[in-house]
């Protein structure tokens, strides 16, 4: 421990003094100006999740890796409670907004000050160093000007980004009553969503633990065995049915989300509304309603040159059962902008309450919606590409197919034929059945699966598809789909090209954990200026600064 208390001192820049208060509380001195890296964003900040972002924030790490992180202050000087939150993943480098779109938005909507941040994943005392100097950053570098109380943070973490925040939360508490000036506050409370408990010990802080009900990878036994041995409040909350990722949680099992918040009160205290500007400064319009018969939203940002811009319309995946604008397709948003690209990012209605056929037309509404205020958006309604990506892949080539005013569709790992996969309709969780509520596959059911699928579309139609561009990752058990629906668009000469990402899994958020899988951006950021241009010079200047 003590080897742990000498290179936390290296990573908070300053000795570790040991100082006695009257109140018998330790110092936490404002660190000199020297100490501290600046809260100066840096390159496109066209992939925020909330309005008044301070995106690419440096706080670590070196000049060709730095470390870097989000963050989300509020319009108004009140003192707020911080939320740290931490995503989840396997390789040793990641987006630090990836799985964690949900969870961004339900604290930064509860007034707190959001933050996401970049940490050397696999555990071990790399991360905690990592996490202790991003906290440091956000708590006492710069929390006058971030109005935040230090003394009311929370670490959130999901999946296997729990073993690192209780592992922080744990050393902060012992620095704390070591009385060590220059660290930062202990969290007020640490929270789990869906985490991994494999060799972490539960530190004498409050602890809240939202598990899934189903999860088969971490059984939710586990969260409860380790909940038993804290020495501290700890809870366990079941999310019956819920599996594993929290982004996979169903709209019906959102419920967690308010308790969640209300649970935090006693340890941060009141908490003021959120205070997000009204001005579109920064070009990110949140919850724009598309369809107001349906309560159906969407999330835009726009370059802040005058227009119109190409843009982008993304539509996210989730097994046509989950998911939301902020969840899984939020690569592309950082991607888009840094080609000086227009995103919008849509809501659609998730089954079981409704079937794909009310998934098609939502999409299509949105289109309509975003030509009709295109002028409102300062976008180019002929310069529009339409992105989706696993389940939506479907529901992108599908209507893709029928409208040729699009400038070009992109799909990632996508399905394209519903009959192949259709599986047993007596089984409730088949595709058949959780699609369009088949209960027989008899020929009037596979005609609907196979008029739903972008592989059983006719020759004419395919040739006259607009500009398609398919993805996938070469360990995905999508492949064979991707390859027999490009085989039927190059068959049938249509405009299509592909690209296999080898070795890549499933989800463009696990391919920013390996830096051999993240070719993609180039790939897919070449082949869609090339359809719809951007602001050239602003995307060249933005990949320079990335290359140095």
Not at 123 to 145: N, Q, S, V
Request: hydrophobic share 45%.
């Amino acid at each position: 421990m003590r080897h742990m208390r000498n290179r936390l001192a290296e990573v908070l820049g300053v000795a570790l003094l040991f100082v006695v208060t009257g109140a018998g509380q330790p110092a936490h001195a404002q660190p000199a100006a020297k100490d501290c890296l600046p809260l100066k964003p840096a390159g496109t900040q066209g992939g925020a999740l909330l309005p008044g972002g301070l995106m690419n924030v440096r706080f670590g790490g070196s000049t060709r890796e730095p470390l870097a992180l989000d963050v989300y202050p509020h319009a108004d000087t009140a003192a707020r409670p911080l939320a740290v939150v931490l995503r989840g993943g396997k390789g040793t480098v990641g987006q630090r907004s990836s799985y964690v779109g949900q969870l961004v938005e339900l604290f930064g909507d509860a007034g707190y000050v959001a933050a996401t941040v970049d940490y050397r994943s696999g555990g071990g005392d790399a991360a905690a160093e990592d996490l202790t100097a991003a906290l440091r950053m956000l708590t006492t570098c710069h929390a006058a000007a971030l109005h935040v109380d230090q003394y009311r943070t929370v670490l959130v973490a999901e999946d296997s980004a729990a073993p690192v925040a209780l592992r922080v939360a744990a050393r902060l508490l012992e620095l704390r009553l070591g009385r060590f000036a220059g660290a930062p506050a202990a969290p007020a409370s640490v929270v789990i969503v869906g985490g991994r408990f494999a060799g972490a010990t539960l530190p004498a802080v409050p602890t809240r633990i939202v598990h899934g009900g189903a999860d088969s990878e971490v059984p939710v036994a586990e969260a409860r065995t380790a909940c038993a041995k804290a020495t501290a409040a700890c809870e366990v909350v079941e999310v019956p049915g819920a599996s594993h990722r929290v982004e996979n949680w169903w709209p019906s099992q959102w419920g967690y989300k308010a308790a969640l918040i209300a649970s935090l009160a006693p340890r941060v205290g009141l908490v003021p509304a959120a205070a997000r500007a009204a001005a579109r400064a920064d070009g990110l319009r949140k919850r724009v309603v598309y369809d107001t018969a349906h309560g159906l939203s969407l999330d835009a940002w726009v370059p802040s040159t005058p227009g119109p811009h190409g843009a982008v319309v993304l539509v996210h995946g989730g097994g046509w059962e989950a998911g939301d604008r902020v969840t899984y397709i939020a690569p592309m948003l950082a991607l888009a902008a840094s080609r000086g690209l227009a995103w919008v990012s849509i809501d659609y209605r998730l089954t079981p309450a409704v079937t794909n056929r009310e998934q098609v037309a939502d999409v299509q509404a949105a289109l309509q919606y975003v030509r009709a205020h295109a002028t409102d958006l300062r976008i180019d309604p002929k310069r529009l590409v339409l992105v989706g990506e696993s389940a939506s892949g479907q529901l992108v080539t599908l209507v893709g197919s029928r409208d040729p005013l699009l400038a070009g569709i992109v799909s990632f790992y996508g399905v394209y034929d519903l009959e192949a996969m259709a599986g047993d309709p007596s089984n409730p969780r088949s595709l058949a059945r959780r699609l369009f509520g088949i209960t027989r596959l008899d020929d009037a059911a596979v005609a609907t699966l196979r008029q739903h699928s972008p592989l059983h579309q006719s020759p004419e139609s395919a040739r006259s598809q607009p500009p398609t561009l398919l993805v996938v990752g070469t360990a995905d058990r999508l492949v064979a789909e991707y390859r027999a629906y490009l085989m039927h668009l190059a068959v049938n000469l249509a405009n299509a090209e592909g690209i296999e990402i080898e070795g890549a899994p499933h989800g463009m958020e696990a391919w920013h954990e390996e830096p051999a899988w993240r070719v993609w951006e180039q790939k897919v950021g070449d082949w869609i200026s090339a359809r719809v241009g951007g602001d050239q010079a602003q995307g060249s200047r933005l990949r320079a600064q990335r290359a140095h």
